[in-house]
């Protein structure tokens, strides 16, 4: 079955990096997102990476992803502020069209 | 480029009563999916639409129904609301169906059902 895990909490200090987590079970994921979400809003896509890749980077954002372990990470680097919110990681597989099965969402804190 | 519109923004009802939410997909985009939001349960799929047609359906009761009309707009239907139904409700727009593209979300309906 579908089933994607995340921890609940990481709290970091402003201009470190920050690593998030998440675990996925099904292996025919065929695309894999991370999202933000601030307080009262909608949630933003950050990047996302497809099953075939190991690793993408898109400016202070890397994804790595080891499909063995079925694991993708969100790595912000110089972490600010403005990053504080929640981070919800989610699977995408072929058999279920465009149908998401989003993690329970990490809840970054930035502390000056 | 216009993002992905949801009305109303928020909405407070009462038990027993029905709603209707809807969502403009950003143009050229023809699929809308729909998801609920809560503290309990977070994200949940509702049901995705393309093309006028229901494409895929989450575990949810039959009180829970939606639409897509042929400008790709979709709306979604709660009745005989419970408690329980108070929620973020968040729409997705994707270009189309069985392609696994970027999953754009509107800001959501917060439904507030007392």
């Known amino acids: 079955g579908e089933d994607v895990e995340q921890s609940l909490f990481l709290s970091v200090r402003e201009g470190d990096s920050s690593v998030i987590n998440c675990t996925y079970t099904d292996s025919s994921s065929t695309y894999l997102y991370w999202y933000k979400q601030e307080p009262g809003a909608g949630l933003q896509l950050l990047t996302y990476?497809?099953?075939?890749?190991d690793m993408k980077q898109d400016q202070r954002l890397t994804v790595l992803l080891n499909k063995k372990d079925k694991h993708l990470s969100l790595r912000i680097a110089d972490t600010q502020t403005g990053d504080s919110a929640i981070y919800f990681c989610a699977e995408s597989i072929e058999r279920a069209g465009n149908m998401l099965t989003f993690g329970g969402g990490t809840r970054l804190m930035v502390k000056p | 480029k216009a993002g992905v519109t949801q009305t109303p923004r928020y909405l407070i009802k009462t038990r027993g009563q029905q709603v209707t939410l809807s969502c403009s997909p950003i143009?050229?985009?023809?699929?809308v999916s729909w998801y609920q939001q809560t503290p309990g349960q977070g994200l949940q799929f509702l049901f995705e639409y393309f093309s006028e047609t229901q494409r895929n359906k989450g575990n949810f009761p039959g009180r829970f129904s939606g639409r897509q009309f042929s400008n790709s707009r979709s709306e979604m239907n709660v009745s005989t609301l419970e408690l329980g139904d108070s929620a973020l409700y968040l729409c997705a727009s994707q270009t189309g169906h069985h392609i696994n593209t970027e999953a754009f979300f509107g800001q959501g309906t917060r439904l507030t059902v007392v």
């Open positions: 990476i497809f099953s075939n890749m």
């Open positions: 143009s050229g985009h023809r699929s």
